[in-house]
């Protein structure tokens, strides 16, 4: 009797409901949308992470590398529970956040990536990742880690999260922090933003499709600046690399 494989391999996602959409107004004026996006469209969004993957400052060759993986592990189900949103300004990438239902009270965030800078982009997507878990999964809690010392203070610091290190995370086993319905519930009025429903033009641009992003993080100019992400302002371990 022959075996479809295939069916043994293949992950089966939970149900889940559905991000709503939401947009965000940017301290520029310019409005973002926030939207969960479908398998078919992940392979329109792994150019954009493969091109930072040898981008070292402030860790984007790590979270990059396992986005990618994470992404493409999701489009090809191998990766189960996972969901992923995009955050769009005029229709350009410009922030993408993924993580994954573990059971009907713990949720776990996976990764946060931007790719534009100095807008809070990011830390506007990884709010409306949370608002997904608390709101619309109606978890109790999630757990996260960060890779950088700028997720670090985004997270850890802003959010004020519980220390969990009795729980490995899954992202390489290292200790977990937990952002609580509670902490998130005080963060409402600081940190979480937006409005629904999207206007019907903006929501049809970003759906029309996902545009390459205008400013994605670039490499350092020079070689020093690129020490940032080891603690060497000096650049002291870069020169005895030269010599």
Request: charged content about 25%.
């Amino acid at each position: 009797m022959s075996v479809d494989v295939e069916k043994i391999l293949r992950t089966v996602d939970t149900p889940l409901p559905s991000f709503p959409p939401k947009v965000i107004t940017l301290a520029g004026g310019e409005p973002m949308v926030v939207r969960q996006i479908d398998r078919d469209e992940i392979p329109d969004l792994l150019p954009h992470v493969e091109a930072l993957i040898h981008h070292e400052r402030d860790f984007y060759d790590v979270v990059s590398a396992r986005v990618y993986s994470e992404l493409l592990a999701h489009y090809r189900n191998r990766y189960q529970d996972q969901y992923v949103l995009v955050a769009q300004i005029d229709g350009h990438l410009s922030a993408i956040v993924n993580g994954r239902w573990v059971n009907p009270d713990q949720g776990m965030s996976l990764h946060t990536l931007g790719l534009r800078r100095g807008l809070r982009v990011g830390a506007h997507a990884f709010a409306s990742k949370m608002e997904y878990h608390f709101d619309f999964l109606k978890q109790k809690e999630v757990l996260i880690v960060a890779e950088s010392p700028i997720g670090f203070r985004r997270w850890m610091i802003e959010y004020k999260l519980e220390k969990r290190f009795q729980i490995p995370h899954e992202l390489g086993g290292c200790p977990s922090w937990s952002l609580t319905k509670e902490l998130f519930d005080a963060a409402r009025g600081s940190l979480i933003v937006g409005s629904r429903p999207v206007p019907a033009d903006l929501l049809k641009k970003a759906e029309a499709g996902i545009l390459e992003p205008t400013d994605p993080p670039k490499p350092p100019a020079d070689f020093l600046a690129a020490t940032r992400s080891q603690y060497d302002s000096t650049g002291k371990s870069r020169i005895a690399e030269k010599r």
